[in-house]
């Protein structure tokens, strides 16, 4: 008999956090086989088709040889035009394409390969928590650590940088941030970028910018770009993504911009590691960018009124909640007497809802759950029937 080779992880995937979902999703399937009618709060990901012009201009490119060779790491000059175009529209903000903007395998891919460039073994980035996983592991696997920056409700979920201990600001490298934010579904005012700027300043920090959620508003909030505000582009970059701007989220198109030299830091990893996006998915993010936006707008009103239902059923049920200005999440303080695991287990057990344990992302998470709002408003409104039989 042949001796079984034993399989060791390496050091930077046991620094992973444990999967804190692995139960949620036992329990999921354990019910779904038995026939519960499993309404989904809990995935991240737009149930809303990608629109019409975009996938047209997909089947187009695909035809077209050209597209099917090895494209270029920093993306196609007309795609980096179309973001250079489109982020002056959007915020008045200039953006040379030629070293400014970086084409993205989907920004995670982007945001997980950062740290590669800029953190040497033991340095640190601060990273809010809660908040979208990445941050943490593309630092783990650079050899960094995390430096946790809590955000809490009564500093409306941005970050208290003067709490951070001088020691960790000057050994810090990376500062991430992320605003419309997921999944507090918080937003930060210019104010608040100028904070950050002025303390990357102070400490010789590269601020990373996650605006994956800068085109998902409601009302008449629109998000701001960090780069919108004076000295920014000195010190950080900012991550976008086509996913949830376009529900594109399975076609992997993102762009990074801002400052031209950590952009080539990142080009540095990047043309060692993959060889950019499928050309055909670059030009019907060429599309999407530059056409009509009028499908981004009835998205918003759709987003906007599946909002509007579930704020009024969690409120009917005795719950708190501010109707958010940005993103396709509520972010809901569990009844006394619940932590956010268990709160999760009433709702999947007495109404087969299923949403997010805040915990999930991270330690000041303890105390919320996450709704996602990316299921039909049909289906929000039979969650929120089976929400008011539970009695609190
Ligand atoms: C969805 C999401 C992303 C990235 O999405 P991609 O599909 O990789 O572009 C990044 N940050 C946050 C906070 C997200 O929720």
New binding site residues.
Partial sequence: MKDKVKVEMSERIEGLSPYLFAELDRRKVALRAKGVDIIDLGV?DPDLPTPKRIVERMMKEILNHLNHRYPSYEGLREFREAVSRWYERRFGVGVDPDVEVLALI????G?AHIPLAFLNPGDCSLIPSPG?PVYHAGTIFAGGESFFLPLLEERGFLPDLGQVPQRVAEKAKLIFI?YPN?PTAAVADKEFFSEVVAFAQRYHLIVCH?A?YSEIFFDSYSPTSFLEVDGAKEVGVEFH?L??TYNM?GW?L?FVVGNRDVLAGLGKIKTNIDSGVFQAIQWAGIEALGGDQSDVEQMREIYQRRRDVMVQGLRKMGLEVTPPLATFYLWVKVPSGYDSASFTSLLLDEAGVVVTPGRGFGEAGEGYVRLSLTVPESRLEEAVERFQRISL
């Fill in positions: 991240g989907g920004s995670k891919e945001i979208y992320n997921n996650d994956a993504s996913s949830k989220t992997r993102g």
